[in-house]
């Protein structure tokens, strides 16, 4: 529960950094909610749902890829929450359970997660910049989120 919540505000917060500000005017009545429109997470497989049980230490980063661009490949150490700011992001997973293994496209707005411990790959095979937000859920003391394979 205090993982989902934690994420939630994390998620919330950067949604609000990355929307335009308005002027705001005081009003007689702020106690009240005004004007609100929330959107749920959707993910390529439905709702977003996830549940870790342990302390957690959250860290992230925004990417964006070029037209033809690509992480390389990777694997994320800890779960990892995925949400696609702008474009196409396509993820080619070489393994995992039905729905995980192989090429998963995710639009602007969508979002996933990726459990940790399967080797993958982004690219944006588009002709327009990908821009996206990870979110890393580890707990304090756990290594670097991210393993890349030795260079061969």
């Given at each position: 529960m205090v993982i989902r919540l934690s994420l939630g505000l994390v998620v919330a917060l950067v949604l609000a950094l990355l929307a335009p500000a308005d002027a705001q005017q005081p009003t007689a009545d702020t106690k009240a909610a005004k004007g609100v429109k929330a959107r749920n997470l959707v993910?390529?497989?439905?709702?977003?749902?996830?549940?870790?049980?342990a302390p957690i230490l959250l860290t992230g980063q925004t990417i964006e890829l070029e037209p033809g661009?690509?992480?390389?490949?990777?694997?994320f150490r800890v779960p990892t929450f995925?949400?696609?700011i702008e474009g196409i992001l396509t993820t080619e997973y070489e393994t995992g359970p039905v729905g995980i293994a192989g090429a998963q496209?995710?639009?602007?707005?969508?979002?996933?997660?990726?459990?940790?411990?399967?080797?993958?790959?982004?690219?944006?095979?588009?002709?327009?910049p990908v821009k996206y937000l990870i979110l890393h859920v580890g707990y304090p003391g756990r290594p670097d989120p991210i393993v890349r394979p030795d260079a061969e």
């Open positions: 993910t390529s497989l439905g709702g977003f749902s996830a549940t870790v049980n661009g690509h992480t390389g490949r990777l694997q995925v949400y696609v496209y995710h639009a602007a707005g969508q979002s996933y997660m990726d459990n940790g411990g399967w080797w993958h790959n982004a690219f944006n095979r588009t002709d327009k």
